[in-house]
């Protein structure tokens, strides 16, 4: 019995441990919520990467999962896709083969300001555990902001997650 404690608590320092590595300030991990930002991260060009992510201790029944984030900075002419997935699903809204739609920021080549983006997705973590027995209930929630850029870029990032009882 000590040793599978023992082994449990090691697997949850290095999830958090991973799970909050991107962040220049958070308050991941998170009982029921964190909050993550970032000043300078890359995103890039190519596939799709991690640019900030955060973990919420554990997924409980008849709670729903909510995840916002806002990505800024994006100059003149550049152009990004961004979405969030929780413990390698993604959440709603997604397409018509699960995944989830990203949030798409178009920078026009004429702007003169930075452009920004901002949008909410969320999961039912009870109707996730049925598609995906044995990942989101009493598991340790990894949440990701995924991110890929028409040409490398430079942005600002925040993502926040909370749990919600359902009512």
């Keep these: 019995m000590k040793t599978a404690s023992t082994v449990g608590i090691t697997v949850l320092i290095g999830a958090i441990a991973v799970g909050s590595a991107r962040a220049d300030s958070t308050t991941s991990p998170g009982k029921e919520n964190f909050h993550a ?9 190519v596939s799709e990467g991690v640019l900030l992510s955060g973990v919420i201790a554990r997924g409980k029944k008849g ?11 994006l100059a003149a002419g550049e152009s990004g896709l961004f979405r969030p997935r929780v413990n390698g699903v993604f959440l709603e809204p997604t397409d018509d083969f699960g995944n989830g739609n990203a949030m798409g920021i178009n920078c026009p080549s004429t702007a003169t300001r930075s ?4 949008a909410h997705w969320w999961l039912d ?29 430079g942005v600002v990032a925040n993502l926040s997650a909370r749990l919600e009882k359902k009512k």
């Design 115 to 118: 452009c920004t983006g901002s």
């Design 37 to 45: 930002s970032t000043t300078a991260v890359a995103v890039p060009a």
């Design 125 to 153: 973590l009870d109707a996730a555990e049925a598609a995906h027995p044995g990942t989101f209930f009493n598991q340790a929630l990894n949440i990701d902001l995924l991110g890929a850029g028409a040409g490398p870029l």
């Design 63 to 73: 709670r729903v999962l909510i995840v916002e984030a806002f990505v800024g900075s």
